[in-house]
């Protein structure tokens, strides 16, 4: 049934998203909105970049989750932290540089935007999506996925690496 709503709330708002757009103008300067995001996003994976725990967790809600490259890093910002932790304690961190961004908004609230970015990374491209929400006059990440991309043709190859792998972890999950 989660399954069902969640694909309904998105073709709802895929499909309202031209509309959503050009009401939201009327609100907000969405050029400069998304000027501030971008600069956001960019500053959150500097943070990344120069190991600054406190500093690249303070970009993200109290509330928010962060779902990973592996099918089980699926984690509350505490979680996500704990797990970060000793990889900026040992000045080890992810360094990332946005290639493509778009950045969306809602007609619902001006506070409120998501974004999709294709990434140049140590796992070469990667794409990173999210939510985010304006907080005190600050955008900050509710939610963020980061995902490897893979070439088409490739998807054969990858899958006969990954497939032993997933096929037992998909066990453990039903």
């Not at 996925?145 to 792998?165: G, Q, W």
Request: with cysteine; glycine share 4%.
């Amino acid at each position: 049934m989660k399954k069902v709503i969640g694909s309904i709330s998105f073709l709802v708002l895929f499909a309202c998203h031209g509309k959503m757009e050009s009401k939201i103008t009327n609100s907000v300067d969405i050029t400069k909105e998304k000027e501030t995001i971008s600069a956001m996003l960019d500053s959150f994976n500097v943070a990344a970049a120069k190991s600054d725990y406190d500093g690249y967790f303070r970009f993200y809600t109290d509330n928010a989750i962060f779902i990973g490259t592996d099918a089980t890093e699926n984690w509350n910002k505490e979680a996500f932290m704990k797990w970060a932790k000793p990889a900026f304690d040992k000045k080890r961190t992810w360094n990332f540089k946005s290639i493509k961004r778009n950045i969306y908004f809602t007609d619902s609230s001006p506070d409120f935007a998501w974004f999709d970015e294709l990434l140049n990374t140590q796992m070469k491209i990667c794409r990173g999506s999210g939510v985010l929400v304006k907080q005190d006059n600050h955008w900050k990440v509710q939610q963020y996925v980061l995902s490897m991309t893979i070439p088409n043709e490739k998807i054969e190859d990858v899958l006969k690496i990954k497939a032993p792998i997933e096929d037992s972890l998909m066990k453990t999950m039903r």
